[in-house]
């Protein structure tokens, strides 16, 4: 295991739920990431929080919305997705958000939206 | 515009036989170059990584290697085992707020 884990594994939800995803870093880690990963395609960045504070959001949809109460919690808030956003997310965690600082990954939240 | 171009997409190969997965990169300016492992389900693992003045490195049966000239680097495994099916992914450091950016992965099967 590598110190980060999310709840849930699994996700199905309707266009019009609300849902969250949940990260946990036990790794005393300062900086976390929310990653999308769809099929045949690059991991992409969705946001970047360094001491609780967001460093970088890439232009992600609002119907995205990411929390970080503490250094080692995020969560992912979900409300009127599209069939689209079905994809893997992954959290990440590392020591900082420098260019070097090796990033460890969660399990992911395999999330279906129908 | 930073890429970061793995190849092949997906290799099937016999239990025991090694094999060369490749990774090119047009990422500029250069930090390192990560290659994870990402078994189904799991989120990627780290393998190795390499800064501008490495050109070997090696983890058990992984070999990486690194020519920071031509922007290639590639994944050697070795006698492989079955519990190397995964998707190998090749990652740069370059500039950028976090500065990193995603190859596709190679999809690796060993079949017995």
């Known amino acids: 295991e590598t110190g980060v884990t999310q709840t849930p594994r699994h996700l199905v939800m309707g266009m019009t739920n609300k849902k969250s995803l949940k990260c946990e870093q036990h790794?005393?880690?300062?900086?976390m990431y929310w990653y999308k990963q769809s099929a045949k395609k690059p991991l992409e960045l969705m946001f970047v929080y360094s001491l609780e504070e967001r460093v970088e959001n890439n232009s992600v949809p609002s119907r995205f919305s990411p929390e970080c109460p503490n250094s080692s919690h995020l969560f992912l808030h979900l409300h009127t997705l599209q069939p689209e956003d079905s994809a893997l997310y992954l959290c990440a965690s590392s020591q900082e958000s420098g260019t070097f600082y090796e990033q460890y990954f969660g399990p992911g939240t395999r999330l279906t939206v129908t | 515009k930073n890429q970061v171009e793995q190849s092949p997409q997906s290799l099937i190969i016999l239990e025991g036989k090694n094999c060369t997965l490749q990774c090119n990169y047009t990422v500029s300016p250069f930090s390192n170059l990560r290659w994870y492992k990402q078994d189904t389900g799991r989120g990627p693992v780290s393998l190795t990584i390499m800064t501008f003045s490495e050109n070997t490195k090696s983890n058990g049966r992984y070999t990486a290697t690194l020519d920071a000239d031509t922007k290639q680097s590639s994944l050697h495994i070795t006698a492989s085992q079955l519990s190397d099916s995964a998707s190998y992914i090749c990652?740069?450091?370059?500039?950028?707020?976090?500065?990193?950016?995603f190859g596709k992965g190679t999809h690796l099967i060993i079949q017995p």
């Open positions: 990652v740069v450091r370059g500039g950028g707020a976090d500065g990193l950016t």
């Open positions: 790794l005393g880690h300062n900086a």
